[in-house]
């Protein structure tokens, strides 16, 4: 087999409808656009959204709220985590490569440490963004924050 002699699957491809060539064709007269209105007209073009006049969805629905353009979303990352870590695989340096490395992160994210938990090993912390209560548990171990 090669480019010469390659075809469709068998019932893949179909003939195209011509429509608009008389009677005989049985697709002729009004050529399957039904007779008057805005669908049977040369130029018609449908609204998005548009339910012949019935009110939208997009107008039925009712709306509330908004979304912050200029929110910056991180991914949560408990301090009893960071311990969990540094215990399992030996660590003094928690870094973004870290985290993603132990699937907690995704690489194009954000992330901020937050305070939930207990932490007892001396550890440098880098991170986008910390809460005060992380911070405060970081530094009561004797580690240190870095914000990137």
Known sequence: MDLSNLKPALGSTHHERRIGRGQG???GGTSTRGHKGAKSRSGYHD???FE???MPLQRRVPKFGFKNVNRVEYKAINVNMLQFLAERDNLSVIDRETLINAGLLNK???VKILG???LTLKLEV???AFSKKAVEAIEAAGGSVVVL
């Open 25 to 27: 064709s049985g697709k």
């Open 47 to 49: 609204k998005i959204g």
């Open 52 to 54: 012949g006049g019935q």
């Open 116 to 118: 939930e938990g207990t």
């Open 108 to 110: 194009n994210a954000l």
């Open 126 to 128: 880098k991170a986008n």
